[in-house]
């Protein structure tokens, strides 16, 4: 009975929770209200405070790959150019008390596999990103810093918005 006990929570909590955010007018009340499902492909930008060799600021196209369920969840982040990923080592998915507001907080690790001359191979660096629930989509919008480069001064930060890729 135990581990008929213990292999149901399993299926609840990896896979079954998600057929209750699915269903049409209960699902809706969940997402805006328990927590949102955050599960799937995200694309966005990335508004660095980085300046290039022309002295423009660098914005990146991204792609967020984030796998959630009851147990926890984990984040992949990579540029569309190929040139940086990063894995997510820390986070935390929580709801403001004073305002009611979802937020998604992280630390991460970046690589760059192959570094310009300037740059570092490995870097960390945080976000905070404000989860907004609208009726069509659902937005990851804040900012984030990293400690990339800064022992030259060239630490950078920005903003981050997402939205989910339609599947």
């Not at 305002?99 to 960390?124: C, H, M, N, Q």
């Amino acid at each position: 009975i135990t581990l008929i006990f213990v292999f149901f929570i399993f299926v609840i909590g990896k896979w079954g929770w998600l057929a209750f955010w699915k269903l049409p007018f209960l699902g809706a009340i969940l997402h805006k209200s328990v927590c949102p499902n955050l599960n799937g492909k995200w694309l966005g930008e990335i508004h660095s405070s980085y300046a290039d060799e022309n002295g423009n600021k660098v914005t990146k196209e991204v792609e967020l790959t984030i796998k959630a369920d009851l147990f926890g969840f984990s984040l992949a982040l990579r540029s569309l150019d190929g040139y940086q990923e990063s894995k997510v080592i820390q986070s935390e998915l929580y709801r403001d008390p004073r305002t009611g507001i979802f937020y998604l907080s992280y630390i991460f690790e970046a690589s760059v596999p192959i570094p310009k001359e300037t740059d570092d191979r490995l870097f960390d660096g945080a976000a905070k990103l404000e989860i907004i629930v609208k009726e069509e989509n659902t937005v990851l919008k804040g900012t984030y810093w990293t400690n990339r480069a800064w022992q030259r001064g060239m630490n950078t930060a920005g903003l981050i918005t997402m939205e989910r890729r339609n599947s």
